[in-house]
């Protein structure tokens, strides 16, 4: 098999950027899966599946995720004292899926335990952060939250959810 090399497409400054495009090239950065939690002021429940998650600084600890600026959890979110990132096992694919499903109980038949500040921490997880909502920056379409972390944990035999071009792995194609 012989691989031609692309030409990477670029846009001009009489051009502007196509969406589609941008997101298409974003895709091709494999990342991990996680699903953002937090308590609502009424103790409902809210998690979203999110792939926007990265480290900010070792001290303090802090680390970024971010949410659409329309999305209807940006209320309990923006205005929470806490959220927990739970990074996703290989084995939670459909988990990922739920989350991201609209309309539905996406905490219906999931275990889970409470974390700092009341934020659901979800079981069997690779790994979890949970964090204060330490601050918010409204960049473009989005809010970008940084969170502080006071807790975290992993397992260490745990094998990560990888989400790349659209699509979910278990590993990186070849």
């Known amino acids: 098999m012989t691989l031609s090399p692309s030409v990477p497409s670029q846009a001009t400054a009489a051009d502007p950027l196509d969406t589609l495009q ?19 002021p009424d103790g409902s429940l809210v998690g979203l599946t999110a792939n926007s998650f990265n480290s900010v600084s070792l001290a303090p600890p802090l680390v970024l995720w971010s949410l659409a600026q329309r ?22 694919k459909a988990l990922a899926q739920r ?5 539905i109980d996406r905490f219906a038949g999931v275990a889970w335990r409470e974390g700092a500040g009341g934020a659901p921490v979800l079981e ?16 473009g379409d989005h809010v970008i939250f940084v969170g502080e ?20 792995y278990t590993e990186l194609p070849l």
């Open 22 to 40: 941008f997101r298409s090239a974003l895709g091709m950065f494999a990342t991990g899966v996680t699903i953002v939690t937090a308590r609502a």
């Open 149 to 168: 972390v006071e807790r975290c944990s992993f397992a260490e035999s745990a094998q990560p959810l990888i989400f790349h071009g659209g699509r979910y």
């Open 99 to 103: 989350f991201a499903t609209r309309d």
């Open 124 to 139: 069997g997880v690779a790994a979890v952060f949970e964090c204060a909502n330490r601050s918010q920056y409204e960049e």
């Open 71 to 92: 999305a209807g959890s940006m209320p309990v979110f923006s205005r929470g004292s806490h959220y927990a990132i739970n990074i996703l096992a290989a084995d939670q």
